[in-house]
């Protein structure tokens, strides 16, 4: 080994300390923020009884499947009981679906909806478009709860509380968001290809599903993964207009499960097992899709 | 731009499931809102015109001006931890590394639900068998009821959602970083300036536009917390944690007091159009010394 001076070996001096410490610094931040999902699966792993003697373990305590077999149904009362489950029932499957059937509606129409007005907004020539976007764009101005209290009261004139009609259609023909994203992409595509196809006599409706949409098929995707986890978390709205059992969703019923939980013994692994249930499905896109979704929240953000 | 033939009536029929979405739930219903304010609709009766008196009753209502202090200190104690965490990652993986993993693992809990990153962290500070506590307790510390009392339940809604939220703004303000010329960072390097100088005098004051852009996003945002609260603390202990958006939530769906909670959402909106505009303002949002 080459040794310096100073008696020290070369590759010891070489180390800039700067850099070492920056590492520590954000891999522990990286810790920090990946912990909680780890701490997920161990509470959810264990067993109820055995929890409160090992509060400080990294390990499951008593490791047993049985909150998910509770949270799935997959268990009988007295068994969940036994196990120091509340007896506070989630119909997890139930949920499950209107989670799913709703953000999957959502995502559909707000996609396909968005994409056309983004059309009309970034290829099509005509008086006052700036106008018009400019006043789509105040939309995202507007915070939640202002336009709830109204849309509340529609839904309840129409007969729509507790039905999935309710929970999808404000979300359903455009959010203001989607309609910029996709605009500011179909801005940069060159009008030649579009030329093109119009010399050959092709019109409008034909000129967006034939050739801009097959063009814009990466943004697009991204939107989708967009719309459909942020449909997934969605929680104020179906919480105001889908409290009924039939068309409750996941995160409402996470809410309400967590109430139904007396304060004394509240069933910390079942909570943990539906919870992390219900973070999968995101969680597995995540990995799927991970650079896609960075890289987009880069771009929005800063555009 | 020259408008062609024809391509207004085909805009139309592109515009039009948007546009009749935007209508009827954005448009109408925001106008609808401001009307009601001046209400006194109950959901359950006709309204009654009754002027300002909503607002009046704002102003001598405690529990309203509470429930702005409350969010005042929430979103003071949100951002400010926030930014500066947010700050510090983005230097970080601008100056060490620009790898997707990192900058993935970094922003997923932002797109975990709200609810979700609630009942982790509800778990994980408990008084009796949290995580956190077990820790407190292990270098020394008395246990921490964390939601549970009024000291510490703001500031610990708050931090729970800066972990949400962290990276995301992180992401934001590292996309502005790569946007710095490296040929003034390779130009310190060659005149042999520490990190804490170049931090000083050449990334912050580069940085500024973005890190006002992101501001205006992070506090308006964060002026509408609301899901964390409805799981965790449900506006306690006392009213601890009733933050406007809360309160606003109860006002109309729970007391169906409509007129009343309508006024105070065009109280809010004011307020965050005025904070969006001071901050602009404040932080020169549109020059940037680069150029």
Redesign the interface.
Same mark, same amino acid.
Request: charged share 10%; aromatic share 20%; proline share 5%.
């Given at each position: 080994m080459t040794l310096a001076r100073n008696g020290k070996p070369l590759w010891w001096q070489r180390i800039r300390w700067?850099?070492v410490l920056?590492?520590v610094?954000?891999g522990l931040?990286?810790l920090?923020?990946?912990f909680?999902?780890y701490?997920?699966l161990r509470?959810s792993l264990s067993d109820n009884r055995a929890?409160?003697a090992n509060?400080?373990s990294m390990l499951p305590a008593d490791f047993t499947l049985g909150a998910f077999e509770r949270v799935l149904g997959l268990s009988s009362l007295d068994e969940a009981r036994k196990q120091g489950g509340s007896g506070a029932s989630i119909d997890f499957w139930r949920y499950l679906w209107n989670s799913v059937l709703t953000s999957a509606v959502i995502t559909a129409?707000q996609v396909? %909806?968005?994409a056309?007005?983004a059309?009309?907004f970034a290829r099509?020539?005509?008086?006052g478009?700036?106008a018009?976007f400019f006043?789509?764009l105040t939309?995202l101005?507007?915070?939640?709860?202002?336009?709830?209290?109204?849309?509340?009261?529609?839904m309840?004139d129409l007969n729509l509380l507790n039905t999935y009609a309710a929970i999808i259609?404000?979300f359903?023909?455009?959010t203001?968001f989607a309609?910029f994203f996709m605009r500011q992409f179909m801005l940069g595509i060159s009008r030649e290809v579009e030329e093109a196809a119009r010399i050959d006599g092709a019109g409008?409706p034909r000129i967006?599903f034939r050739i801009i949409l097959p063009m814009s098929r990466a943004p697009l995707m991204t939107l989708t993964l967009l719309a459909y986890?942020t449909a997934?978390?969605e929680?104020?709205w179906p919480?105001?207009v889908g409290q009924g059992e039939n068309v409750r969703v996941l995160?409402v019923a996470?809410?309400v499960f967590?109430s139904q939980t007396p304060q004394g013994s509240p069933d910390?692994a079942g909570?943990?097992a539906a919870?992390l249930l219900?973070?999968l499905p995101?969680?597995a896109l995540?990995v799927a899709f991970?650079?896609r979704?960075?890289d987009s929240?880069?771009?929005s953000?800063?555009k | 731009?020259?408008?062609?033939r024809g391509?207004?009536r085909?805009?139309?029929l592109?515009?039009l499931?948007?546009?009749?979405? %935007?209508v009827?739930?954005?448009?109408?219903?925001?106008l609808?809102?401001f009307y009601?304010s001046f209400t006194d609709y109950s959901?359950l009766a006709t309204p009654n015109w009754v002027g300002a008196q909503n607002y009046a009753d704002a102003m001598s209502d405690r529990k309203f001006w509470n429930a702005l202090l409350v969010t005042g200190e929430y979103v003071l104690i949100n951002i400010s931890v926030q930014t500066v965490?947010a700050l510090?990652?983005a230097v970080?993986?601008h100056?060490?590394?620009k790898s997707?993993v990192?900058?993935?693992?970094?922003?997923?809990?932002?797109?975990?639900?709200?609810?979700?990153?609630a009942?982790?962290?509800?778990?994980?500070l408990?008084a009796?068998?949290?995580?956190v506590?077990?820790?407190l307790?292990?270098v020394g510390i008395d246990p921490v009821a964390f939601f549970g009392e009024t000291s510490t339940a703001i500031p610990t809604i708050a931090l729970v959602n800066v972990?949400r939220h962290?990276?995301?703004t992180a992401?934001?303000i590292?996309?502005?970083l790569q946007?710095i010329p490296t040929s003034v960072y390779e130009a310190a390097a060659i005149d042999g300036a520490s990190?804490a100088r170049v931090f000083r005098t050449i990334t912050m004051p580069l940085l500024r536009p973005?890190l006002a852009?992101?501001l205006v996003?992070t506090v308006?945002g964060s002026?509408?917390i %609301?899901?964390t609260v409805?799981?965790t603390t449900k506006g306690g202990p006392v009213d601890a944690t009733r933050v406007i958006?809360f309160y606003?939530?109860e006002k109309?769906?729970q007391q169906f007091d409509?007129g009343y909670?309508?006024a105070l959402?065009v109280v809010? %909106?004011l307020i965050?159009?005025g904070v969006?505009l001071a901050q602009l303002k404040l932080l020169r949002a549109g020059s940037s010394d680069l150029d």
């Open positions: 700067q850099k920056g590492w610094v954000l931040l990286v920090i923020t990946l909680p999902f701490w997920m509470i929890l409160a509060a400080g129409g396909l %909806f968005s056309m007005a059309y009309a099509l020539r005509w008086r478009r700036e018009v006043v789509f939309a101005m507007i915070p939640p709860i202002f336009t709830a209290l109204p849309n509340f009261v529609l309840r259609l404000p359903f023909f455009m203001p309609v409008h967006f986890i997934w978390n929680y104020f919480l105001l995160t996470l809410g967590r910390w909570l943990m919870t219900a973070a995101v969680i995540f991970g650079r979704i960075v929240i880069q771009f953000g800063i | 731009m020259i408008a062609r391509e207004g085909v805009a139309l592109f515009l499931p948007a546009g009749f979405g %935007f009827l739930f954005y448009a109408w219903p925001a609808q809102t009601l959901l965490v510090l990652i970080l993986m100056r060490l590394t997707s990192v900058r993935g693992a970094l922003l997923l809990p932002y797109l975990i639900a709200n609810v979700v990153v009942l982790v962290w509800y778990t994980m408990d009796q068998l949290g995580i506590n077990a820790m307790t292990w972990w962290m990276g995301y992401l934001l590292f996309a502005g946007a990190e973005v852009m992101v996003l308006i002026f509408q %609301f899901d409805a799981v958006y606003i939530y109309a769906f409509f909670a309508a959402c809010l %909106f965050l159009v969006a």
